[in-house]
């Protein structure tokens, strides 16, 4: 008995499945264009409508008493982003890699240990207004009017960073070899020297990089900032001593209640491409970290 | 060539607890040595003394009835199948089941005549006396010097005298010739078996009084073996050495004494290691009193 | 080592003091108190918004769910609230949901191996510009054009039974429902695509090239393969979008418009638990700061359950998945 052998040309059931897979190979295709449009047009955005406002007078002047008018500079609002951001991070980055290491080198599995890591990870998704209220409440209203401070500001903002270090350096930690490990202990290292000298410089390239990107992150918040830092219009270096401005800020203030005036809108743009290039800069150093960390381990 | 073929060069023929020759005589010239060893005249001075050591995981028991003797400046070495413990009963020497979770250490375990698992004892610094060199090369991410100076920095050792001790090491460990000049660069730039002399070096700096070495060549190649062998010899005039091996001629080639375990399945399934007989390792390949013992260096099984 | 017995040294055994134990120990304690400030910061974070808020709890009482909303009558009902959070932040995970997982998908399986990593970097891109960069650019060059496209659409369906409540009267300034749950939409993708794809590059490719052998096209293969094996990771992805989303402040607050009643109308003005905080608290005083406070407590709350429930999601999976390996 001879059967007709399968032709290996389409047929019309065929057809309609391949018909299918074009399409959506198209919609997935068109997903990932339709994700780029928003991400080039606000960039483009920035640049173009930022870089019109940029100059030198624009990053070294003061802010003008209204936001209506014309002129001034931004000078304070980067100045106020660098110390807080820099404050929250010197608060938030050494408790967050303690935390991390406590939770891989010590807790383990231990039911404490598992609750931490839940809490950290609930504590990621609070919303930033809430961290922003709770400072509010804790440190700004029981001092009354002296409570308004970029300090204030750092503290919310570190309150945000503090989980995301907490996890990115646990999951470093994780990384690193039980080899190692065993190695220091068996030359009669103790634990806590064993991670000092062995363990966190082996994972000290990832965990920079993971606490950079959460500079990143924390460098473009606006909502804690809102009820803590005040407002001021010259710069102020001082973290602890009274109001503080902040790159955020700005952009909220002269988009939001003054978003009506051009003068506004173009500080508000100007101001929003000095943040943009702030926090890329931020991250890209981050990446380059992890680029350089992952080419010397895998080059024996 | 067999194993056995092989154990034969060194001590002659190997016969079965009934005494009957079982190994063929290869077809070449007679083997070298003509005679064992020659038993030391003065007394053993003894390191170690097991007493029904058991070692239990979390409550399941990997090991037990080890009870052995090991004697300083000579070479131990615990042979058997995988699975019977030997690595086990190897940690259970200087505590590194401490830092397993769930891993328990019953029985008797001393040192020098002090109980090592007393609580007044510190572990740590029963590991600075008792080194380990382990299966993988494991040297830190640090220079070639930083790795040797590892130990003696921990312990403190003034900086003058942290050099000294480095190239110490690094001669005993017959490494100094092949870094000297790069020592400051990378540990891991170094080839698979310089990485196992490192480790040795490493664990020398620290000036143990024992060396207990988990299956040291398994992960090198025939020759870089041979070079880490030669150094135990060496060693073993200044150190105790505890080796645990799954290559027969390397235990028969290097070792004074021989310990055997072997794996046992228990009537509910679970697999537990024993230690079946430990002897002069001449005793051991030639003329074993457990027919299992002798199953295992006949090839028969394992 | 000499061959006779040597003695051992007084630090062999721990005596008083080996040298080097307190500070192993004090170590160890102080990583303890860093990983335990997460809960002490969560815990004050509860008791003290929650305190400040009483006053708003106690005299709504139950009024708080009620969509009464109007300072200058002291009345505080945040139905309107808490709606308009549901509604912007559904807007965001059903705009977004399909286009994130479009991306993994092209990441995992659709696009050149090569272009892997930097498609996932600019998609990361994505998720490094700030909330209130999105807010300005959704402001002042979204709304706009968005607002004549409402009227369009506004006016089409004006005859439509349903359709011409949910596209009612279009806000001029474009500031709506819709506008900010297409701003968040945009917001939240990198976060579920991140997800998404990492769940995706878990489906072991030998399910995979087992669907191919058999002749199935490459959607085929997703459907039969990617799918089953992702699901529930892709709704924990979706829920933990969906919590960013209801968190989202800034952008909400700039292009929401700020009326905090209950309405259908998806073009109009509305607001959120989180921008009416934005928008509101800088003159609020006694209850109405109460109340806001209150309203950054219940956020609290559901991004708190949200949190939970995606986290039992991921470990009933895990243990099932665990199962079958």
């Known amino acids: 008995m001879t059967a007709q052998p399968m032709p290996l040309t389409r047929s019309a059931r065929k057809g309609r499945r391949e018909l299918k897979n074009a399409v959506a190979t198209g919609l997935i295709v068109a997903s990932f264009v339709i994700a780029l449009i928003p991400l080039t047009l606000i960039v483009v955005y920035v640049i173009q409508a930022g870089a019109s406002v940029f100059n030198l007078g624009f990053l070294t002047e003061d802010l003008p008493f209204s936001n209506r008018r014309e002129g001034g500079g931004i000078y304070p609002a980067i100045i106020g982003t660098l110390v807080i951001t820099g404050t929250a991070t010197a608060m938030a980055v050494p408790l967050g890699i303690l935390g991390g290491i406590y939770l891989n080198e010590y807790g383990g599995r231990s039911p404490l240990a598992r609750f931490i890591r839940f809490l950290s990870e609930v504590m990621t998704g609070v919303p930033s207004i809430v961290m922003g209220l709770f400072i509010y409440t804790i440190w700004v209203l029981p001092r009354k009017q002296s409570g308004l401070s970029g300090f204030a500001g750092a503290l919310a903002l570190g309150c945000l960073m503090l989980p995301i270090v907490i996890r990115t350096s646990e999951e470093i930690l994780k990384v690193v070899p039980d080899e190692l490990r065993e190695g220091s202990y068996a030359l009669g290292t103790r634990k806590a020297q064993t991670i000092r000298r062995v363990v966190f410089p082996s994972a000290a390239p990832g965990i920079i990089s993971g606490a950079l990107l959460g500079v990143a992150r924390v460098a473009g918040e606006t909502a804690p900032l809102l009820f803590t830092i005040g407002i001021v219009s010259t710069a102020n270096f001082n973290v602890f001593d009274g109001p503080n401005t902040a790159l955020p800020q700005q952009i909220y203030i002269n988009a939001g209640t003054f978003g009506g005036f051009p003068a506004a809108q173009d500080r508000a743009w100007g101001a929003a491409l000095a943040l943009i290039l702030l926090v890329f800069l931020f991250t890209l150093v981050a990446r380059i970290i992890t680029a350089i960390y992952t080419r010397r381990s895998s080059a024996v | ?302 | 080592m000499a061959t006779d017995a040597p003695a051992l040294p007084k630090s062999f055994t721990k005596g008083s003091r080996p040298p080097g134990i307190i500070a192993d120990r004090a170590f160890r304690i102080i990583a303890l108190l860093a990983a335990l400030m997460v809960l002490v910061i969560l815990g004050l974070i509860a008791v003290s918004t929650t305190r400040e808020a009483l006053p708003w709890f106690r005299e709504e009482g139950l009024g708080i769910f009620t969509d009464t909303w109007d300072p200058s009558k002291n009345s505080f009902g945040a139905l309107g609230l808490i709606y308009g959070t549901l509604l912007v932040s559904g807007i965001a995970v059903v705009l977004s949901l399909p286009i994130s997982i479009g991306i993994a998908l092209f990441v995992t399986d659709v696009a050149p191996r090569r272009l892997r990593r930097p498609i996932v970097y600019t998609v990361d891109l994505l998720a490094a510009i700030p909330s209130v960069v999105y807010g300005l650019w959704a402001l002042l060059v979204l709304a706009p054009p968005l607002a004549n496209l409402f009227e369009t659409v506004s006016d089409a369906t004006a005859g439509i039974p349903v359709l011409k409540t949910v596209f009612g009267n279009p806000s001029a300034s474009g500031k709506s429902f819709m506008t900010a749950g297409i701003i968040v939409a945009i917001m939240i993708t990198p976060i579920i695509t991140s997800i998404t794809r990492e769940v995706f590059a878990t489906v072991p490719s030998s399910q995979k090239e087992a669907a191919l052998a058999l002749g199935a096209t490459r959607w085929e293969m997703i459907r039969g393969a990617v799918f089953p094996h992702s699901r529930s990771g892709m709704v924990a992805g979706t829920m933990i979008g969906l919590g960013r989303a209801m968190g989202e402040t800034i952008a909400v607050a700039l292009v929401i418009g700020s009326s905090q009643r209950v309405t259908a109308n998806i073009l109009g003005p509305g607001d959120t638990l989180a921008s009416v905080i934005a928008n509101q608290f800088g003159e609020a005083s006694g209850t109405h700061r109460a109340a806001l406070i209150g309203c950054g407590v219940v956020l609290f709350v559901i991004t708190i359950l949200i949190s939970m429930a995606a986290r039992t999601v991921v470990t009933r999976t895990d243990r099932r998945s665990a199962g079958t390996a």
């Not at chain 2, 900086?159 to 000297?180: F, I, M």
């Open chain 2, 1 to 302: 060539m067999t194993d056995t073929a092989i154990a034969a060069t060194r001590f002659g023929p190997v016969t079965t607890t009934r005494g009957e020759s079982v190994a063929k005589r290869p077809d070449e010239a007679s083997p070298g040595e003509p005679a064992p060893d020659e038993q030391p005249a003065r007394a053993r001075e003894i390191v170690f003394q097991l007493s029904d050591v058991e070692v239990r995981y979390s409550g399941v028991t990997a090991v037990q009835d080890v009870t052995v003797d090991i004697a300083a400046n000579e070479i131990t070495a615990f042979i058997g199948p995988s699975g019977c413990g030997k690595t086990t009963v190897l940690r259970s020497l200087n505590r590194m089941h401490d830092i397993t979770p769930g891993a328990e250490v019953l029985g008797k375990v001393t040192y020098h005549g002090q109980d090592l698992y007393s609580s007044k004892v510190d572990p740590a610094e029963v590991r600075r006396r008792i080194g380990m060199v382990f299966q993988k090369p494991n040297p830190f991410p640090k220079s070639v010097y930083d790795n040797v100076a590892y130990g003696p920095r921990i312990n403190g050792t003034k900086r003058s005298e942290v050099e000294e001790r480095v190239k110490k090491a690094l001669t005993q460990a017959a490494l100094w010739d092949e870094v000297n000049g790069k020592l400051r660069t990378s540990a891991l730039s170094l080839s698979g078996g310089q990485q196992q002399r490192l480790c040795i070096a490493r664990c020398l700096a620290v000036e143990p009084d024992v060396i207990l070495m988990d299956e040291p060549c398994s992960a090198l190649d025939p020759i870089a073996t041979a070079r880490i062998e030669d150094l135990m010899d060496d060693l073993k005039n200044d150190y105790t050495i505890v080796i645990v091996t799954h290559n027969m001629q390397q235990a028969a080639r290097v070792s004074d004494r021989t310990a055997f375990f072997t794996a046992e399945v228990d009537d509910a399934g679970h697999r537990r290691g024993r230690l079946i007989e430990y002897d002069v390792t001449e005793t051991i390949f030639t003329h074993p009193s457990d027919p299992r013992t002798e199953g295992y260096i006949t090839g028969r099984f394992g």
